[in-house]
């Protein structure tokens, strides 16, 4: 934690406690739901290409057989790892996976032919067995990596392509009566590596579905371009105020990215700076206008990867990057929740650069939408009235939560009734988000 004395004229960069010794004797509403995270999952060995894939926090698992793991599980790529930090605080993930695996495992016995739902290598862990049912007919069961995941009990050969078209895992075709195999493992599943343009194909797919924060988790300076790209148009042009996580990335200076420049361990685990992205985006996503992610805990992380000294941790908020701290405590925290906007202007101050203002003026703007609709109000002296009655309801709502400051609700949300005609209408809204506490000056007197 950042500490020692301070001068008023000058400030602190870093977030901490500050405290100067002085001897007297000498001079001195509707709102926007937040918490989804929209995830790539790159160098996949399974599953279906190209498709958003909704994961809630209540059911994590729910997707298991087209991902082809738990999300418990510990897979090649390192997927499920980016999923289960993103959860720490998010409700929802949803993941895309980028690229298909080049052929699916298949296998024949038990009277039956087999094949893998999906292309890729994890179908090769796919395994079938047949055995007799001591009532009728015979019971399939089929595993993954020696888990069973489905059971099909007294199935038949008059009923074994109905029953075993259920499964999620594998198609099953009947080649001739049913028989007992005590496991036959599929194989021939191939995958691919994920190309640049599979990437692509993701940041265009974005625009599909609703989410807070995307996570970013490769370091490859044209892709990042292109995030901060689609970003921007999100944000810009359609009105979408979503942020992206990305790693390492040069002079991103904009507040739609966070830059995080190290990472954190977990129990035996060190994680990149772009597996970090995971936890940040489901932190960034999961917190309210009203709170800040500064010195928030990181839940798991044993140690820093990649800390910075006093010096160092000075010249990263100046450069707008996010970072991780040891507390003064113990434990893992997030030094300052910061994106990477430094380039500050009249109408995009440094307030801009703290992600809870932002968070404030994200889901300002998305209760305006929300509340005021194309259509729905007329625009005369009556329509309004009744406009600004609910603007200021929503001043009235947001100043309530904590979310803004010294609202006047005669001045802070009027319709400009002079140059609103025809079908357009013009309002004037002025609104004070408030920030937390992170830089405390104490002076105290000695006597």
Known sequence: MAGGTFDKTVGKVRPGTYVNFKDTAQESIKGSARGTVLLPLINTDYGPAGEMISLNGG???????KLGYSVYDDDPAGNMLLIREAFKN??????????????????????????????GTRGNKLTYSVSANPIDGFDVAVYIDGSKVELYEGVTDETAVKELARSEYITFALDSSLE?????????????????????????????????TMAFPKKDATLQAAVKTKVRYMREN??????????????????GIINVTNAYALDGVELTDEQATAFVAGMTAGATYTESNTYRLVEGAVSVVGVKSHEEAVAAIQKGEFFFSVAEAGGVVVEYDINSLITFADDK??????????????AFNDSLVLNFPPNKYDNNNTGWDIMEGIGRSILKAY??????????????????????????????VGIKPVDSAEKLFFTVTTR
């Open 238 to 255: 359609e009105g979408k105020k979503v942020q992206a996580v990305v790693a390492d990335m040069v002079s991103p200076d904009y507040e």
């Open 349 to 362: 101050g440094e307030s801009y650069r703290k992600n809870r203002v932002m968070r404030v003026l994200d």
């Open 90 to 119: 998010a409700s929802t993930v949803i993941v895309y996976i980028c690229t298909e695996g080049t052929a699916e495992a298949t296998a024949t016995g038990g009277g039956l032919t087999a094949t893998a739902k999906y292309k």
């Open 180 to 212: 007992e195999t005590a496991g036959t493992t599929l194989e021939g599943g191939t995958s691919a590596q994920t190309q640049n343009g599979d990437i692509t194909n993701f940041l265009e797919a974005a625009d599909s579905v609703k989410f807070n």
């Open 59 to 65: 059911a994590p698992d729910a997707a298991r057989a």
């Open 399 to 428: 100043y309530e939560a904590g979310a803004i400051d010294d609202v006047d609700y005669d001045n802070d949300f009027k319709v400009d009734r002079e140059n609103s005609a025809g079908d357009r209408t013009y309002f004037d």
